[in-house]
C-alpha cells in the first residue's frame, strides 16, 4: 500500500466520504483516511438520508457543495445493491438449470432408477420456478437503466411478479417429503454415486443434493433483505416492493398447526437455519426430538405429527434477544446429570429459563452454532440499517395468509428442512469425468446397475 491507500480487516465498518468514482472510494477507519477498493467491501444501509443536511456536508468533508457530492455517493451506493441483486439473480438461475440439467434430465434418462412420481416428490416443481425465474430476471434487466443505474425501478418487477412468487408455495409444502425420499435413497450405495456423478459431471460445486435443493426455500426468505438495502436509497413512491415479500414469513406460519402466542413477522423477517435436535427437558432428563426453525430474534420449535411426518404441530419458542449460548462438552450435564453428546445450552439470564439440546453428529452442532452467530449478526446489522415491519405490514401479509388457506390454496413457505449433509463418496481426480461412474461402485460390492457400459452413454455426451 501506499500512503493514500486505506488498511483494513474482516469487520471494519468504514465511513465513506467519497464515492464518485465506481472503483475506488475514499474513507476513514479508525484513525486513518485514504483509498480503498469499493469491490472489497459489502454496502451496509446506514446512511443519512438526503433531508439530513447536516449530516451530508459532515459526510462531504464540510465542503460546499457537501449536498452535491452526498447525492452523488448515495446514487452510487443504490447503484451497487441493484447490481448485488441482478448478479445474485443470475447466480440463481445457474443454480436452478444445474439441478435441472445436471440432476433431473439424467434421472429421467434412468427409468429403471427413477419413476416420474418419484422425481416429482425429490425436485417438486422446480422446474417451473426455474422458468419463472428466467421470466423474473429479463425483467429484471430490461429495468435496469444502463446510463444511469441508479434510477433504475426494479421494484416494480417484485410487484408485477408478485403472484409468480406463489410458485414457491408448492415447492416448499413438498420439500419435507423430497428430504425424506432422499434419506431413504441415501441409504442406497447405487443413488449416492450416481446422485455424485451428476454433480461431477455438471461441474457443480461440493454439497449434496439435498443442499442444492432447500435453495430455493432459502431464496425466497432473502428478497426482504435484499428489498430492504434497495429501500434506504429508493424514492417512496417505489418503495412497495418490499412489503409484498412479508407474505412469505406469514404464510409460513400459517402452515404450522396450533400457533399461539405472537405473529412472527411482530419481530422477525428471515429463516436462517432449521434442523431437528434432541430437547432434554426438566424433571427426569426427559427427550423430546422437535424441529428447530431458527429467525432473528427468536427459535421457534414444533413437533412432528406421528403419522403424518410433514405436519408439523407449534409447541414454543425461545426469546434470542437475551440469551447466552454455551458448547457443552461431551459427558454427564452437571444440572440434569444424564449423559449427553453433541450438545449446546440457550440460557436466558433474565428469567434463568434453560434450554439443552443435543444434535446427532458433532457437525450438526457446529452448523447451529455457527447459525446462532449469524442471527446475532443480522440483528445488529437490522438495527444499524433501520430495517423493520411496520404493524400494518404485518396485518395485511397475516390477512393475505388467511384468505388464501380460506381458499383452499396451497400454504408459501411450509416448513423448510435442512438434511444433514451426506459425506461425498471418495471419487479419482486423477482420471476424465467421464470415467468416474465407472470406478464409483466399490469392486467388492458388485452391481448390475455398473455392469452394463452401454448404461453410461447419457454421460458420455
Known sequence: MDDQELGFKAGDVIEVMDATNREWWWGRVADGEGWFPASFVRLRVNQDEPADDEALRAGAGGAEDGGTEAQSSKNQMRTNVINEILSTERDYIKHLRDICEGYIRQCRKRADMFSEEQLRTIFGNIEDIYRCQRAFV????????????????????????????????????NHPRACLELSRLAKLSKYVYFFEACRLLQKMIDISLDGFLLTPVQKICKYPL????????????????????KNVIAQWQSSIEDWEGEDLLVRSSELIYSGELTRVTQPQAKSQQRMFFLFDHQLIYCKKDLLRRDVLYYKGRVDMDDLEVADLEDGKDRDLHVSVRNAFRLHCGATGESHLLCARKPEQKQRWLKAFAREREQVQMDQETGFSITELQRKQAMLNASKQQATGKPKALSRPYYLTRQKHPALPTCLPQQQVLVLAEPKRKPSTFWHSISRLAPFRK
Open 138 to 173: 429479463q425483467a429484471l434487466e430490461q429495468r435496469v437503466n444502463r446510463e444511469r443505474p441508479h434510477l433504475s425501478e426494479l421494484g416494480a418487477c417484485f410487484l408485477e411478479h408478485q403472484a409468480d412468487f406463489q410458485i414457491y408455495s408448492e415447492y416448499c409444502n
Open 226 to 245: 435484499q428489498l430492504a438495502e434497495l429501500l434506504k436509497y429508493t424514492p417512496p413512491q417505489h418503495r412497495p416492493a418490499l412489503h409484498a415479500m
